[in-house]
């Protein structure tokens, strides 16, 4: 009777037995992702002095004409995005497909400074530190072409990894980057008050997961992880770019397919 169960237990029928034939197939995915930036800074940019003209927002309580200003610290922050796209999956062998995903990826970065405000008064010197935070909201059109090489079904189970490269554009790389001030005229005028950066990108991904074969569907879990190849930083010679000499696109998501 034993035996009997085990033999059982590993002829489990088979969902969807000739999904993986098929020539072609679409489905969508829904993802929870995490972006950040992977930060190179200039050598020793603590120490690099930074003057009036460098801070951009005139109307800020922490801006004085006279001072000089130090970037002592820089944090990045991610915080929790979502994904949305199309799957259009070509099968290249037994256990090779070939996937492209067209997505809209949405999610926000942000930077904290730690800044160190250095001003002659008169006969006596002041200082003081304070932070600022800047935000980076993006959205990504992406057109990720990646490889999938699957496991051999187990029952209604598969593993699989992937790996690729994705082409992104991003569609709100300029916004919040730009406020109005009124200058030492009492003028208004526009000026750029935040890191900028470039549209377009190209990122280098891989990942892994499992597909589940249900009676009418495959749905699949994933993580993966994607590392931007080109530097994005667009520098505008300001206080919050001068202390960066490169700036990467990094991004960790977890996927949910219905195919």
């Known amino acids: 009777m034993a035996f009997m169960s085990q033999v059982t237990a590993q002829n489990k029928p088979l969902n969807l037995k000739d ?10 995915i829904l993802a929870l992702n995490e972006m950040s930036y992977g930060i190179n800074y200039i050598d020793n940019y603590p120490m690099l002095p930074h003057q009036p003209s460098e801070y951009p927002n005139t109307a800020d309580i922490n801006y004085n004409e006279h001072a000089t200003y130090y970037v002592r610290g820089i944090d990045a922050f991610h915080q929790p995005g979502f994904t949305v796209g199309v799957v259009g999956n070509l099968r290249l062998g037994r256990y ?6 067209p997505s809209l990826n949405f999610g926000t970065r942000t930077i904290e400074y730690h800044i160190y405000k250095y ?4 006969s006596s010197v002041t200082s003081s530190d304070f932070t600022q935070e800047k935000s980076l909201l993006s959205t990504f059109v992406e057109f990720p072409l990646q490889v999938k090489y699957k496991s051999k079904r187990l029952n209604n189970i598969a593993a699989y990894v992937i790996a690729g490269g994705n ?6 790389s300029q916004k919040k980057a730009k406020i109005d001030v009124t200058n030492a005229q009492g003028q208004q005028e526009t000026v750029i008050d935040n890191i900028k950066v470039r549209k377009s990108d190209i990122a280098l991904e891989i990942g892994a997961g499992f597909d589940f074969y249900n009676s009418y569907f495959k ?3 994933e993580v993966k992880m994607g590392f931007g190849l080109l530097n994005v930083l667009d520098k505008q010679g300001i206080l919050y770019d001068s202390s960066i000499e490169s700036l990467h696109n990094r991004i960790f998501q977890l996927s949910f397919t219905f195919e």
């Open 96 to 101: 090779f497909d070939l996937r492209l995903i």
């Open 219 to 221: 749905f699949g879990i």
């Open 119 to 122: 001003m002659p008064d008169g």
């Open 19 to 28: 999904y993986d034939n098929e020539h072609y197939h679409f489905g969508f």
């Open 167 to 172: 082409f992104k554009i991003d569609l709100a």
